[in-house]
């Protein structure tokens, strides 16, 4: 008989996380403790903005597989329970803040049945898997718990999970690892790369993951500042290295750095842990690569307020872009939103656009004004800024663009636009880390 399994925590991991699960044809039921998200889902609506979710998710609910439930008790009788609960950053100081995740083991553990597995999918500071099982065990010995991070991106979240590049289970227990190949038995059957790895281990993989892709962007970034101080382009260095199959052209986009739920508070944590474990040398280097990346931001404002004679008082700046980054409505830690919010605190009267993440922005700065549409957000702007690289930007017509605004001075804050359409078209346009285009 096919396996069971429960999500605890059905936030954009766990719902994404129970919605592909019941469209490999388990039976799957979903909780939370936040009950307007549960009575959303259970409607078929996703509370966030991932393409291709709404539909698969409506899709289970119908074929019945999909449940969502407010009360815990109802996952009593699964076989397989994955904890997808948040760890975001603590609000003072850079440590992994455990509440959700130490609470979801405890209110679980009594709840389980004898012979179930519990599997962690959070990111977590190390030590943390070990710990919790000594905890799960404690309350019902006849349960286990084991690791299986998530690498899923945001904007590609289905297929992520659907179709992840590779499959990390940290547990000893061959039985555990038996259940978890039955879970994921199509993803093995497609050869996809399985790794078994102790617990700490596992917790590892998906930090390490993230520091090295937040290692790779502000490099980058780095060398846009060189760029920048000795008259280069890095779209072209990072075009010529990205070529060489060990570096790869991946994660070298060069502009206003990293954002999101994860990268900048993941390399925090993973730092603040490295401290705890008396390792904190290791990875010193992380704090230099959240500097750079926050620099990014600095350099950004720099350039606004170069063109416009360092004066933003009463200016009207228009911003593209309010999410961390396209096809996402997500806007923690955005540093397009930042730079808005830093702008307009400076003087400026900032409008900003963006095709999903308004209410978001909206919700976090309320002060800053939001337009519904490229059209409005520019018109009679002084200057515009390019934050999140939505396809619908690089679709704009540069020259029927020139005639809504003020003056037409385009920054990329991406390095995504077409800047010879946009020079073309009569703009001054300027981007980070292309010397060429200070100059001008
Ligand atoms: C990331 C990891 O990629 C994913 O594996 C993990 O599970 C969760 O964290 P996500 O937060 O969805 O996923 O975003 P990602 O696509 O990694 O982008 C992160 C940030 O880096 C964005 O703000 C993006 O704009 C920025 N970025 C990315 C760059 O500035 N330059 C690049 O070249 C790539």
Redesign the pocket.
């Known amino acids: 008989m096919s396996l069971k399994l429960s999500v605890v925590g059905t936030g954009y991991l766990g719902a994404t996380h129970a919605a592909c699960m019941a469209s490999l044809g388990f039976e799957v039921i979903g909780v939370d403790v936040d009950h307007a998200k549960i009575e959303m889902l259970a409607q078929g609506k996703v509370p966030f903005y991932e393409p291709d979710l709404e539909d698969l998710l409506a899709e289970q609910i119908k074929s019945g597989r999909l449940k969502f439930s407010k009360d815990f008790k109802d996952i009593a009788d699964c076989d397989v329970h994955f904890i997808c609960v948040g760890t975001p950053q603590v609000k003072d100081g850079i440590a992994a803040d455990l509440t959700y995740v130490n609470s979801a083991l405890e209110t679980i553990a009594p709840l389980v049945k004898a012979g179930s597995l519990v599997v962690g999918k959070s990111t977590v500071p190390v030590g943390t898997a070990a710990r919790l099982r000594d905890r799960l065990i404690a309350v019902n010995p006849k349960a286990d718990l084991a690791w299986n991070p998530?690498?899923?991106?945001?904007?590609f979240a289905v297929e992520d999970t659907l179709r992840p590049n590779r499959l990390v289970v940290g547990t000893t227990n061959d039985q555990a690892e038996a259940t978890l190949k039955e879970v994921y038995a199509k993803n093995l059957a497609d050869g996809i790369p399985w790794i078994r790895a102790d617990l700490p281990t596992s917790e590892l993989v998906k930090v390490a993951?993230?520091s090295f892709?937040a290692t790779k962007?502000s490099f980058i970034n780095a060398m846009a500042e060189i760029c920048e101080a000795a008259g280069g382009d890095v779209t072209v260095l990072a075009k010529a290295i990205g070529y060489d199959p060990r570096i790869g052209s991946k994660?070298?986009?060069a502009?206003i750095?990293?954002?999101?739920?994860?990268?900048p508070k993941d390399i925090r944590a993973f730092m603040a842990r490295a401290e705890e474990l008396g390792a904190q040398q290791a990875l010193e280097f992380l704090k230099e690569i959240d500097s750079i990346n926050l620099r990014a931001r600095q350099r950004i404002i720099e350039l606004v307020r170069k063109d416009l004679s360092d004066d933003l008082k009463g200016k009207k700046i228009a911003i593209l872009g309010a999410a961390?980054?396209p096809d996402s409505d997500d806007v923690r830690d955005s540093?397009a939103l930042d730079i808005a919010a830093q702008i307009q605190a400076a003087g400026a009267l900032v409008t900003v656009h963006d095709p999903k993440a308004i209410a978001n922005a909206q919700k976090r700065f309320p002060a800053l004004n939001f337009a519904d549409n490229v059209e409005k957000t520019l018109q009679d702007a002084e200057l515009v800024l390019h934050l999140t690289e939505w396809k619908i930007y690089r679709e704009l017509d540069p020259a029927k663009m020139k005639s809504l605004v003020k003056n037409a001075i385009m920054i990329d804050g991406r390095n995504a636009l077409d800047r010879t359409a946009w020079r073309n078209a009569g703009w001054k346009f300027r981007a980070l880390g292309r010397a060429d285009e200070m100059a001008k």
Request: with cysteine.
């Open positions: 998530e690498f899923l991106r945001e904007g993951a993230n892709l962007i994660f070298l986009q502009g750095g990293f954002g999101g739920g994860c990268l961390f980054k540093p």
